[in-house]
C-alpha cells in the first residue's frame, strides 16, 4: 500500500503540474476567450422547485474542491487516530513547525500591506502548503528524501489544511442564512449519529453529506467544510479489517490526485502574463504573497522546528541533517492549490485574482526548484 500511495502522490503531483502549464499557455494563447467562455458556463441542478444554478468555476471551486475536502478530513482523523500525530509525543513537532509556518507568512504579508483593509483579507494565502505539490515532489526525489522527513513533511501539510480550514470557517464567512446553518448543523449532528451508532454504509454518509453540503452552501459559510465534516464522522476500527474510512480514503485518493486537484488548477491557474513586469510582483499584495510563501514558510517553520527540538518538546527526525530538515520547510512554501484556493475567497476582482494566481506560481515555483537543489545536494555532498 506504501508503493501504491508513492506511485500517486508521484503521479498525481505530475498531473497537477500538466494541469497548471496547461492552464497557463491556454490562457495565454488564441483560446483565452474559450478558457474564460468556458469557465463562466453557467449548470443548474434542480429538484422540483429547489435550485442551484452556478458557472462552471464555481462547480469546481465549490463543489469538486468538498470532496477534496473530504478527503483532507478522512487524512486528518487517520493521522490523529493512528498516525503521525497519534500522541502528543508524536505530534509536537509538525504541529509546532505548522504554527511557525502559519504565523511568520501571515506578519509578512500584513506588515506589507498593513492600511489595506482590503488587501489584508488576503493574509491567509501565503500560509498554505500544497500537499500534493510538496509530497509529490519528495515521491519523484525518493530516496533523495529521508523517510523521517516525508513522514514530517506529511503531518505538517496536513496541519496546515486544518488551520487553512479553521481560517475560511472563521474569515471567509459570508452574512449567515440562519435557517441554513441550522439545517447544515443538523446534518453534522446526524452524521455525528452515523459515527456513534457505528454504521458502515458509505451510502447513508453520503446522502447526509449532500444534505449538509446543499445546507452549508446556502447558509454563507464556505460548502466545502461540509466536506471536512463527512471525512471527520466516518469510523475508523483499530482491528484487522480495512475501515470504512480507510477504503473510503484509498477510493477518493487517485481521483483526488489526477482529476479534482488537477482540474481545478486548470480552472484557477491560467492567469495571462502579458503586460508582467517587476513593477507587477512588488507592489504591496503580490510581493506580501511571494515574500511570505517562499521566505515565511521556510523561516518560520525551520525556526519553529529548531526551537521546538532545543526546547526538548520534540525529537530531530532520525537520520536526517540539518541541510534536509531546512530542505523540507522551504519546500512548505509551495503554496499553490491550498494558496488559490483561499485566494478566490479573500477577493472577488478578477484583476487582483490575477496579481495572486501570478504570485503563488512565482513562490510555489521558487520554493520547490531551491528545495529540490538543497535536498539533493545535502543527500550527495553533507552526508
Excluded at 474559450?34 to 469546481?60: C, M, N, P
Excluded at 530516496?143 to 487553512?164: Q, R
Excluded at 453534522?188 to 451508532?197: D, E, F, H, T, Y
Excluded at 518560520?300 to 527526525?317: D, K, Q
Aim: with cysteine; net charge neutral.
Amino acid at each position: 500500500m506504501a508503493e501504491t500511495n508513492s506511485k500517486t502522490d508521484l503521479f498525481g503531483g505530475l498531473a497537477l503540474g500538466v494541469a497548471t502549464l496547461a492552464a497557463l499557455v491556454v490562457a495565454n494563447s488564441g483560446l483565452a476567450a474559450d478558457y474564460s467562455a468556458l469557465l463562466d458556463v453557467t449548470a443548474e441542478v434542480r429538484i422540483g422547485s429547489i435550485s442551484l444554478a452556478k458557472s462552471l468555476e464555481h462547480w469546481i471551486n465549490d463543489g469538486l474542491m468538498a470532496i477534496f475536502f473530504l478527503l483532507v478530513g478522512l487524512e486528518i482523523k487517520r493521522e490523529v487516530i493512528s498516525g503521525a500525530l497519534a500522541g502528543p509525543h508524536k505530534a509536537a513537532l509538525p504541529v509546532i513547525a505548522a504554527l511557525g509556518g502559519f504565523f511568520v507568512p501571515a506578519a509578512i504579508y500584513g506588515a506589507l500591506n498593513w492600511g489595506d483593509a482590503q488587501a489584508l483579507r488576503g493574509f491567509a494565502i501565503p500560509t498554505a502548503t500544497d500537499i500534493a505539490f510538496a509530497i509529490g515532489i519528495c515521491a519523484l526525489l525518493g530516496n533523495f528524501v529521508p523517510t523521517a522527513l516525508k513522514t514530517f513533511l506529511l503531518a505538517l501539510a496536513i496541519i496546515d489544511d486544518l488551520l487553512a480550514i479553521i481560517v475560511i470557517a472563521i474569515f471567509y464567512t459570508d452574512q449567515l442564512s440562519l435557517i441554513s446553518l441550522s439545517l447544515a448543523a443538523i446534518g453534522v449532528i446526524g452524521l455525528a449519529a452515523l459515527n456513534l451508532l457505528d454504521v458502515r454504509k458509505l451510502s447513508a454518509y453520503v446522502l447526509l453529506g449532500v444534505f449538509t453540503w446543499v445546507c452549508v452552501l446556502k447558509s454563507g459559510v464556505h460548502a466545502t467544510l461540509a466536506g471536512v465534516a463527512v471525512g471527520l464522522a466516518m469510523p475508523l476500527g483499530r482491528h484487522g479489517e480495512e475501515s470504512l474510512l480507510e477504503k473510503t480514503e484509498h477510493a477518493l485518493k487517485p481521483w483526488v490526485s489526477y482529476v479534482i486537484v488537477p482540474v481545478f488548477a486548470f480552472a484557477n491557474a491560467g492567469v495571462p502574463l502579458a503586460g508582467i513586469s517587476l513593477s507587477t510582483l512588488v507592489a504591496p499584495l503580490p510581493l506580501g504573497i511571494i515574500a511570505g510563501l517562499f521566505l515565511g514558510k521556510q523561516l518560520g517553520v525551520f525556526g519553529a522546528a529548531i526551537t521546538a527540538i532545543r526546547l526538548g518538546l520534540a525529537e530531530w527526525p532520525q537520520g536526517t541533517s540539518t541541510a534536509q530538515l531546512y530542505g523540507i520547510a522551504i519546500l512548505t512554501g509551495v503554496g499553490f492549490t491550498m494558496s488559490l484556493f483561499i485566494g478566490t475567497l479573500a477577493f472577488a476582482d478578477e484583476s487582483t485574482m490575477a496579481q495572486v494566481r501570478l504570485s503563488v506560481l512565482a513562490a510555489s515555483a521558487l520554493s520547490g526548484l531551491l528545495a529540490t537543489i538543497l535536498l539533493v545536494v545535502s543527500r550527495v555532498f553533507l552526508r
